[in-house]
């Protein structure tokens, strides 16, 4: 979103394997002077560098305002987020755990989702303190209070305008957006976050805006829900590093992870045979005797 409101001229490639990344991580972005470029940050970073800056035009007290709503967002509604997709159990199981295994490719779709999952919880509990507890509903009740009162402030911020700084977007707006597409436009088993966001037109219509005038190709609305699955033929797998290293990386730690799930959750256990067992005994016992 942010190099589509700054101009940057980016091919997109979707991947559904982090292994095929350059970097090993995703996002990522391949550059022609720095190499490889991960992490939002940085990608953003990076594309200033090369004076695609979306936020050129503002001020100081705006680009100030910038810094203050991100990190209202951060404190306020991204944890009701990560609480909604990876925390709730009916939304984790049906919805995101399915989500990610049908779409990461075998084997790795057998341990990344739980991976991923450990990492959100962690970074829950960072953003909340020591004082957040998984199974503590009043402190669930306050994390959906807070992002619901976040949402509300954006809509009052946000007004009649088309952006939050005017008629062209900035950072600010990629943020945000990013962050309220997913509650507006995913289906959630429970998506309380949703209910709020749609009794607010104005920000509704902010959303369906920028995805109708940015994320629109062909009849076809962007961001999609699934990513394109590569194929052998296809440009990318062939501009792919060290891809045959990838493969067999993935199939054997794959299996690796799925023999020692099996033997540490008593699926398979590893059995001796007692005749061999017997015959051994034996042959000690003749060598003694000899």
Excluded at 43 to 50: C, E, N
Excluded at 147 to 153: K, R, S, Y
Excluded at 208 to 233: A, C, M, Q, V
Excluded at 235 to 243: I, M
């Amino acid at each position: 979103t942010y190099a589509k409101f700054s101009g940057a001229p980016l091919k997109v490639h979707k991947l559904s394997n982090p292994w095929r990344s350059p970097s090993g991580q995703l996002p990522a972005l391949k550059t022609l002077d720095e190499g490889v470029v991960f992490q939002t940050s940085n990608i953003i970073t990076h594309l200033r560098k090369q004076k695609y800056n979306a936020d050129y035009d503002l001020s100081a007290t705006q680009g100030a305002d910038t810094l203050a709503f991100i990190s209202l967002l951060e404190e306020k509604l991204l944890p009701a987020l990560i609480h909604t997709f990876w925390v709730d159990a009916k939304n984790y199981v049906d919805h995101t755990r399915k989500w990610y295994a049908e779409t990461i490719p075998f084997p790795l779709n057998f341990f990344i989702p739980n991976q991923m999952h450990k990492r959100h919880l962690e970074r829950l509990q960072l953003i909340r303190g020591e004082s957040w507890r998984e199974d503590d509903e009043a402190l669930e009740k306050q994390l959906y209070t807070d992002a619901q009162e976040c949402i509300t402030l954006l809509s009052q911020r946000l007004g009649t305008h088309k952006f939050f700084f005017g008629e062209s977007p900035a950072s600010l707006d990629a943020y945000i957006f990013s962050h309220l597409a997913q509650i507006l436009n995913v289906k959630l088993p429970n998506n309380r976050l949703q209910q709020h966001l749609k009794s607010l037109s104005n920000l509704c219509q902010y959303v369906t805006s920028i995805l109708s005038i940015y994320f629109t190709r062909d009849g076809e609305t962007f961001p999609r829900i699934s990513p394109k699955t590569p194929t052998p033929e296809s440009p990318d797998y062939e501009d792919e590093p060290h891809k045959r290293r990838n493969q067999i990386l993935s199939v054997a730690v794959g299996l690796v992870a799925m023999i020692s799930y099996a033997l540490l959750s008593g699926i398979v256990s590893i059995q001796r045979d007692r005749a061999m067992d017997r015959g051994i005994a034996m042959e000690e016992n003749e060598d003694e005797e000899d």
